[in-house]
């Protein structure tokens, strides 16, 4: 039986999706800290890498890791692809957040920016305002990485947030939400400034897929199953196109 985080996973999706959609800007108080992350997530329009995530509890003990691959494109583009020990797949199209879940045949769609004002990436979306009033940021080195640590002044839905450069590349993630766990992601293989198509970003969903809409009905579109078609269409339409392409290339 699966056994999965799927809160953290999400959680640690949206900060991704608001990391590369936005930068955090620079105020006078704790100046070179904020100018400095800005200037790092700044430069990233577009990243891929491997990833892998382990979560643990509050003795220290692993409790869920899975590892896959992830795309992301600004602004508010999103692919991660999780394929061990199970597939399941977040895509964030810049406006919905799509959940599925292979093995169970089903799918959950839910509004963008509201996945992203219930977890940390509030902090890093351009949202919040006097960002320095309300975290406190420490920016520390050691041994050529880059770590800049995020704490709310305020009582939140999480303790922290690192994020990790080096040489300029984003290489991890650390979150540490207020049940005490811990969600550590690391990357390798990293790529940058690559031109990923939009379709990537593009849900393909095989037909038969239980679809669990979570979006406010005011968003709702009134085609909503043409919109589903649409993204798989496209997809599809996408990988043809390639195909075709490769096999003049091979000629």
């Avoid at 494109?73 to 199970?86: A, C, E, H, L, S």
């Avoid at 979306?125 to 709310?152: A, C, D, M, R, W």
């Avoid at 939400?177 to 690391?186: I, W, Y």
Wanted: aromatic share 10%; glycine share 6%.
């Amino acid at each position: 039986m699966k056994n999965f985080n799927c809160i953290g996973l999400v959680r640690v999706c949206c900060v991704f999706v608001a990391l590369f959609s936005s930068a955090v800007f620079a105020t006078k108080t704790a100046e070179y800290e904020l100018n400095k992350l800005n200037e790092l997530l700044t430069n990233l329009d577009t990243f891929k890498a491997e990833f892998k995530q382990k979560i643990y509890a509050e003795n220290g003990e692993k409790v869920d890791e899975v590892s896959g691959e992830i795309a992301i494109k600004k602004p508010g583009r999103f692919y991660w692809n999780v394929t061990d020990p199970f597939e399941q797949k977040l895509i964030a199209d810049g406006k919905y957040l799509w959940q599925y879940d292979v093995d169970l045949e089903q799918a959950t769609v839910r509004n963008l920016d509201e996945s992203l004002g219930s977890t940390p990436a509030e902090i890093l979306s351009g949202k919040v305002t006097n960002i320095e009033k309300q975290y406190h940021i420490n920016f520390t080195t050691e041994k050529g990485i880059e770590s800049f640590k995020l704490i709310p002044t305020d009582e939140g839905q999480f303790e922290y947030i690192i994020l990790n450069f080096e040489a300029g590349a984003l290489v991890g993630l650390i979150l540490k939400d207020t049940l005490a766990q811990t969600t550590n992601v690391s990357f390798k293989n990293a790529q940058f400034g690559l031109a990923l198509p939009d379709q990537l970003f593009l849900i393909n969903l095989p037909k038969g897929i239980d679809i669990v809409d979570s979006r406010t009905q005011s968003d709702l579109p009134e085609n909503f199953s043409t919109v589903v078609e649409n993204h798989e269409n496209s997809r599809e339409e996408n990988e043809t196109q390639a195909s075709l392409k490769n096999k003049k290339t091979g000629q």
